[in-house]
């Protein structure tokens, strides 16, 4: 919108005039009287009417210099001359002053009026396009956002179809170790026949077993270094060799069977010989005693760490494994519960 050129207040197309040589626009009122109430073709503002050169006229704004100026005497006598002071024309013309300015203040609270109402315009056309922006970014934010939540649960699948098959490849491998036994705790020497150990603890246990029964035996993970003292009395570093001194935890022995059948009976024959020991072994070693499990993947293997120190922590009672499965139940007579994964811990255990 613009604004008049005099007043500076906001012009309405209604009440306005526009010069002719410099553009500018004016209200009417500010622009002066025009005869029979309309704006000559040809009409200029009053900066550009400055500018031209006029003849004596009492409409123009700037009015230039009398022809000839009255003399002090003749001025006095004009003014000697004049009519005595008339009450009843001064009171007609306040009168008519006090009307003028009301009418001249109700133009300008019309045009007040319709200022503000094309402010109102401006200002709901402003706000519409601000609705429509708005509603064209929610929009756009919509169209963003689905995309990310639908790889949000894409991803959410595939790391759940991950832990599934992680899972399925573990108990595959469970199945793969079926025949496979791990006993531990058994002194471990240099020179040791892990055959003749299996024929040894299986006499122990009451149960028969000759070589072909026996697919491997071997000590499964790494060395470990104790220390020893020899002769002299100097501290050295053996790998489980045979000393008779503080030998370090030996390693793990896993025996592979050709029969599930047998390894069900060694474990069921340790079951019921609980303290059974290394004596008669011929070990260089105190007897100690063993323990025979079966054997466990890693992933397995570690789960039951963490049950056994839930279990503790919780002072349940039972822990054990059957068929490579983890259960545990807190006393007799209680229901035992199958743990295959962290969150099935959790669910059992509750959230430490």
Known sequence: MTKCAACGRYLSQ?????????SLRYHQLCAGKFKNGKVPKLWSCPECQKNVPRDY???TPVR????CRLSEDENNMSIGEQEPHNSTATDSTEEFKIALEIRLFREELHTLHSEIKNIRQDMC???SKNDARIEWLESRMEAVEKPMECKDRKGERLESLIAELRLEINDKEQELLANDIEITNLPENNNENPHNIVKLIAV???VQIDDRDVVSAERVGSLRYVRSTNRTGEGTLKGGGDTHDDVGRPRPLVIRLARRTLRDELLHSMRVR???NTADFGLHSEPRAFYINERLTKYNRHLL???RDERKRLSW????TKRGRIYVRQDEGKQSFLIRTDKEMTKVFGSG
């Open 14 to 22: 209604s009440d306005s005039v526009a010069c002719t040589k410099c």
């Open 57 to 59: 006229n009492m409409d």
């Open 64 to 67: 230039p210099a009398l022809p």
């Open 125 to 127: 056309e402003l706000l």
């Open 204 to 206: 122990k246990l009451g």
């Open 274 to 276: 609980r303290g059974v």
């Open 305 to 307: 760490r963490k049950v």
């Open 317 to 320: 009672k039972y822990v054990w």
